[in-house]
Every structure is written in C-alpha cells, then in structure tokens.
C-alpha cells in the first residue's frame, strides 16, 4: 500500500452496491481510498450532471486507509464533487464500478459507469470504469476482482495514454474460465426498444423502456461484444474527443454556402 | 416541402421552448415534421434514459403538416419512444434544438441535445443538434433560423457520412455578423466547477453545481472554440464510436497477464 497514493472511488449502483465494495477492496491495497458515489442508484444516467436540484453530500465514515460519502447527484456529480469539495489533493486514480451489468457495445453511450471514468480522463487522471455482465443484486464479484486487481496494478506502472480512459467489461465466469485479456474496439450494436405499455390504476397510459442488444458486425472478431463472448475480459480504450476526424475531409468540400435560401 | 419526408424533432430545453419552436418553423418547409419532445426542461442530462420511472406521452395535436408530443422522459427517451412507439416510419431527418446555449468542446458530453442526435445516428438515420449561443428563454433565433435552413437543405441533399451527425454551433449575432460556416473538430476544454454553498432552513448544507470553461488549446485553430470566437458556426462532426483507435496499438502490447497477483 502506497500512503501518498489517492484513489477516488465511485460507480452508478450506488454506494451501497456489492460491486463498488468489492472494488474498494482491491483498491485499499495500493493507496488510499475515498468513494464518493451516488447515495441510491443512478443506472443508465450516463454523462448526466445536477442543475435543477440541490446537490447534498452525506459522510459515511472512515475505516482504515477508506473514507466513504454519498452524494444525491450523478455518478459525474460525484466525481466533480470529489475533485472540487472533497479530495485533498488531485487522485492518482479514478476508479469506477464494478458496475452490475456489462457496459460494452453502445452501452457506453448510456452509462454512468463510464461516464464517471470520462469524466476523470478530461481532468487528465488516469480512470477506469469496471463492469461484470451480471445485473443481479447479490452477483459473485470473486472472479472480477481477481482481474481487477492485475489491470490496477498495470496501469498505476504504467499510466495511460493522454486523454484515454478503459471500458472494462468482465465475464460472468469462474477466474479459471476466464481466457485472458483482450484489448479491442467499441462494437457497434443497438438496443432495440419494447417500450412495455401498461395503464395505471386512474386509466392513464404509461410505458416502461426495456430493449433487447442487437450486434450489427456479429461477424467482427476484434470488438467487444467478440472478446465477451469468447470469455475474454474486454478493455476498450475510450475518449472524450467525440469528433469523428474520417468525416471532416469530406465535410469540409461541401459548399455550406450554397442553399435554397440563396 | 416533400410530403413523403419525415422529420423527428426533439431538443432538452422542452417543448414549449423557442428553441425547438423556431426548429419546427424552418423544418416544416422540408416536409412533414412530428415533434417529440421532453414535457419540461432537461438541460445536461446527456444520453441519460429512463429506467426507474415509468414514461408517459402527451398529445400536443396536430397544425398542418407538424404534429406535437411530450414525454416526460430524457431527449434520448424522447427519440427513443419516437422511433419505437409514436411515427407511422422511420424518419428521413432527425433535427435537435435549437438549443438555448452552446453545446462545444467538452459540452458535447453533457448535452441532451447532442445525446439525442447521437441516439438518431445510432439508429442510422441522418440526425444534426443544433444550438445558438445564447442562455435566455428570450433568445433571438432570427439569425440561427437562417443558417439552419441552409445546413438542413445541405443535408437532406448529401446525406451524411456513416456514424456521423453534426453538432452546430451558432454564434449569437446577427446574421450579416457570421462569417460563414466552418467544419471543425471539438476543442479540449474543460468546466471547471464551482460548487456554490449554501445552508437550507433546517440548517443542513447543499450545493449548486456551477463552472467556468476553460479552453485547454487556446492557440488552436481548427476547433469549434476558435470557429465561434471569430464569428463563424461551428460544425463538427460527431461519432458514437468512443474507441480511443489511436491507444489500441499501446495497449495491445502490454502484458496483461502480469501483475502483483502472479
């Protein structure tokens, strides 16, 4: 345990989660530990930020080298909580999950897993977002940490590239079904929407979003989606410049001058 | 106006924002135009969905050729909910905004707007957010209403590249102020927050979540930054592919099977 080190902890399941207890577990052992997450569970919120409501920040307590607070915002509210109000010092790491359910794919769009760990890599520190593919409350965390703490351990060694932070996603699997590592790309795929209509006790109408994962390149063996299916633990490096540079060649032989308004 | 063309509109300000009122104003000329839209404001909710809450849709009625809905949802449950429950086909355009201030550089992140035209790419439909510079529920939208007619024209002509939707940006000038359009890359910036404090009656601490942008390129010359501070719209090209491509190579050669817990 390094005692200059600071790691900064959140995740979207809330800070009661099994999951972001069982990562703080493996982060006690390289530095010091404060989790900052969302007081209840903030799923699918992904890069979402508080400006309507009061954000309020509770003390949890301090136990050995981790002190604990919830805040009633965002999984990003809390990291800009924890950056501005609450850490000592700038955090060496951002660590964020293990969130229960995976985050590959076009999930990474919707997640606030990952939106967290985002949010750290445009303050420059090294973040990662760790997912399990198992949604169930009480999931087996045993397996993922073992990995987890092999991927902390690299990237406290070795750092990370400038403005690039992981998507982590674990099999649900035994430690010894588990291929290895797999460093790919962000699958592309969509969530097909079954939005499920009911009508409430007073006769209104109203619908609840659920959806099932559609792979569009089931084919591609360099994805996430493969890597997952193949009981690889998927890391897909993600960034925050969301420009698509391919397209800005084309974009900019356009005449945007030019127009029925001519 | 092609009464075959089906244009989706939605923004984050809310249906009864002049924003989106001005949108429909200049889309209704390109065809038929149904609106889904948030009931209320959902300012910096990002691609934030609606799991825990059931999702209800209002009928706003039908004027000519633009029909109006409301849903309590995000700007992504809105264009969700649209494409799954509410047009009569796929839309040929998904418009969003006009949003009532700028959404460049790091904004992109947190934007409703840009979430739900990211949402509409995902889906592979041609989606373009569109935002003016200019907070107030008052803005004038004269100048931006010119502009946006000729980038939708550009548009529905051309089509888009695969993956892409724009993020425009318009300064808030009047129109013989802007200087034209240029297609730029999203600035590396970020909001610096400024949590402001404050005490409730009952005594107990909350904050608002506030900041200040700072440019971390100042000097560049290619991004959306510096297109609106010299008086050009910003258009830049968005992806939903957050792969750090650049960071694969790296990444690969490390020996991810080492660590502490050999």
Same mark, same amino acid.
């Given at each position: 345990?390094?005692?200059?080190?600071?790691?900064?902890?959140?995740?979207?399941? &809330?800070?009661?989660?099994?999951?972001?207890?069982?990562?703080?577990?493996?982060?006690? %052992?390289? &530095?010091?530990?404060?989790?900052?997450?969302?007081?209840?569970?903030? %799923?699918?919120?992904?890069?979402?930020?508080?400006?309507?409501?009061?954000?309020?920040?509770?003390?949890?307590?301090?136990?050995? /080298?981790?002190?604990?607070?919830?805040?009633?915002?965002?999984?990003?509210?809390?990291?800009?909580?924890?950056?501005?109000?609450?850490?000592?010092?700038?955090?060496?790491?951002?660590?964020?999950?293990?969130?229960?359910?995976?985050?590959?794919?076009?999930?990474?769009?919707? %997640?606030?897993?990952?939106?967290?760990?985002?949010?750290?890599?445009?303050?420059?520190?090294?973040?990662?977002?760790?997912?399990?593919?198992?949604?169930?409350?009480?999931?087996?965390?045993?397996?993922?940490?073992?990995?987890?703490?092999?991927?902390?351990?690299?990237?406290?060694?070795?750092?990370?590239?400038?403005?690039?932070?992981?998507?982590?996603?674990?099999?649900?699997?035994?430690?010894?079904?588990?291929?290895?590592?797999?460093?790919?790309?962000?699958?592309?795929?969509?969530?097909?929407?079954?939005?499920?209509?009911?009508?409430?006790?007073?006769?209104?109408?109203?619908?609840?979003?659920?959806?099932?994962?559609?792979?569009?390149?089931?084919?591609?063996?360099?994805?996430?989606?493969?890597?997952?299916? /193949?009981?690889?633990?998927?890391?897909?490096?993600?960034?925050?410049?969301?420009?698509?540079?391919?397209?800005?060649?084309?974009?900019?032989?356009?005449?945007?001058?030019?127009?029925?308004?001519?």
């Amino acid at each position: 345990m390094d005692k200059d080190r600071l790691i900064l902890i959140t995740n979207d399941d &809330g800070i009661h989660a099994k999951g972001i207890e069982a990562l703080v577990n493996v982060a006690k %052992s390289f &530095g010091n530990v404060v989790v900052v997450a969302p007081t209840e569970g903030q %799923s699918g919120m992904s890069h979402a930020i508080t400006v309507k409501t009061p954000i309020r920040v509770y003390k949890h307590g301090k136990n050995g /080298n981790v002190e604990k607070f919830s805040c009633n915002g965002t999984p990003v509210d809390c990291v800009k909580m924890a950056m501005s109000k609450i850490l000592p010092k700038e955090p060496d790491l951002i660590l964020s999950g293990i969130n229960h359910g995976g985050n590959s794919s076009s999930s990474v769009l919707y %997640s606030g897993t990952m939106a967290a760990a985002l949010e750290g890599c445009l303050y420059g520190i090294p973040s990662v977002g760790f997912s399990l593919l198992e949604f169930s409350k009480d999931a087996d965390f045993s397996a993922a940490t073992f990995f987890v703490n092999r991927i902390i351990d690299n990237i406290l060694r070795r750092g990370l590239p400038k403005g690039v932070c992981l998507n982590v996603n674990i099999p649900y699997l035994k430690a010894e079904q588990i291929k290895g590592v797999m460093v790919c790309r962000q699958n592309h795929g969509i969530w097909r929407e079954e939005f499920e209509h009911r009508t409430d006790p007073a006769g209104h109408d109203y619908y609840w979003l659920t959806g099932t994962f559609e792979d569009l390149e089931p084919h591609a063996t360099d994805t996430d989606e493969w890597a997952l299916r /193949n009981q690889y633990i998927a890391i897909t490096p993600v960034q925050f410049d969301f420009t698509a540079h391919k397209a800005l060649h084309t974009l900019k032989q356009w005449n945007w001058n030019d127009g029925t308004t001519d």
